[in-house]
């Protein structure tokens, strides 16, 4: 009796719903099977990873901050994935928001601008993300290439570009030969909501996108713009939508958020340019998106979800000598899980016995 996939008559909400928890309970299984494959409790591992984090006032502080940068980035690709616009290069987009909002503090470094640099910084790493994005945009509106490939390849060259910099004309003369810009000054940074502790004020941004988002996406034409080419291109095309103007919105917007999570990253808990300013929060952002079925507010949940494991992670590494690439190992799992029960979405399993043919009888 071999398994078979059959196509659902129509999506069902129910399993929408309960997908992202059918995808972290097999997360968990898989976990607990490689665990004991390491030689480790299953049980005291899964217990540093996330459940110790939640016990502590600190770690619960640097979830929130590890959560900001993925749930502003994931916002802006959910917009993108909800108008099948596939941009997998908000990394790069991020680094290059980076640089750019970097470039004002380091100029201005020793010269007390004043108020207006930091505003400055943070739109100039918006917009420079925005134009980063807007290069694999353009290339699949105007000679039909693949943005997945062009927006991926852009992020090594946004890497390259940082480590140039921050190893050459960027690098601080007092650095003691590190690859590192000058701390920024007090007027580049961002102020911190909770005194000493890294909570800054970009979480009170990262909290406004989400709730623009869930407002352009409920309560406007352009949401329901990108719903219907999302879902429903040829009704799209009849409606007089244009596609290929949408995809150069949501990727302009989906690149200004992730420069704006990469100078928040940068002037709020680093305070300095360096190459590993991101431990990967543009590919972890994609897992976010789909994990809150690129919805707003389930995007704000699984953030602070996939900010538990990397903090969990560095907590594992300590109590548990697991490699610290452990983090994206669960990481990868769980977005396999998400993928494949998302399906489940669309079909629905079903046993079919093979009929049997009826014997030949005497010619």
């Not at 309970?25 to 390491?38: D, E, V, W």
């Not at 739109?123 to 693949?146: E, Q």
Request: glycine share 10%; with cysteine; hydrophobic share 55%.
């Amino acid at each position: 009796m071999p398994l078979v996939l059959e196509r659902r008559s129509e999506r069902s909400v129910a399993i929408a719903l309960l997908s992202p928890l059918l995808a972290i309970a097999l997360t968990l299984l898989t976990l607990t099977i490689i665990f004991s494959a390491l030689g480790k409790n299953p049980a005291a591992a899964l217990t540093v990873y996330f459940i110790t984090p939640l016990t502590d006032g600190y770690s619960l502080q640097e979830i929130a901050v590890k959560a900001s940068p993925l749930v502003m980035i994931a916002v802006g690709l959910a917009l993108c994935y909800r108008a099948n616009a596939w941009n997998i290069g908000a990394e790069g987009q991020l680094l290059v928001g980076a640089i750019a909002g970097s470039a004002l503090a380091v100029m201005t470094h020793g010269t007390d601008p004043g108020p207006w640099l930091l505003p400055a910084m943070l739109l100039t790493g918006a917009l420079a993300g925005a134009g980063y994005a807007l290069i694999p945009a353009l290339c699949k509106v105007r000679f039909g290439a693949s943005e997945i490939l062009i927006s991926l390849m852009l992020v090594y060259v946004a890497g390259l570009l940082l480590d140039y910099l921050v190893r050459g004309p960027w690098r601080d003369p007092a650095g003691f030969n590190f690859p590192t810009t000058a701390e920024f000054d007090p007027a580049a940074t961002l102020p911190l909501l909770i005194g000493g502790s890294r909570v800054h004020a970009g979480l009170i941004l990262t909290l406004v996108a989400v709730a623009a988002a869930a407002v352009l996406l409920g309560r406007t034409l352009k949401g329901f713009e990108i719903r219907v080419v999302g879902t429903a291109p040829r009704a799209a095309r009849f409606a007089g939508f244009n596609a290929d103007r949408l995809v150069l919105t949501t990727f302009a917007i989906s690149g200004a958020l992730a420069g704006l999570a990469g100078i928040l990253e940068v002037a709020g808990p680093i305070g300095h340019l360096q190459p590993d300013i991101s431990p990967g929060y543009g590919f972890t952002a994609i897992i976010v998106a789909f994990l809150g079925r690129l919805n707003p507010l389930g995007i704000l949940a699984s953030g602070l979800f996939l900010a538990l494991t990397f903090i969990g992670g560095e907590q594992a590494q300590i109590a548990l000598k697991l490699p610290q690439d452990m983090t994206g190992v669960i990481q990868g799992i769980l977005l396999f899980y998400v993928l494949a029960c998302d399906s489940l979405i669309l079909y629905r399993i079903r046993w079919r016995t093979p009929q049997r043919k009826a014997p030949h009888g005497p010619r």
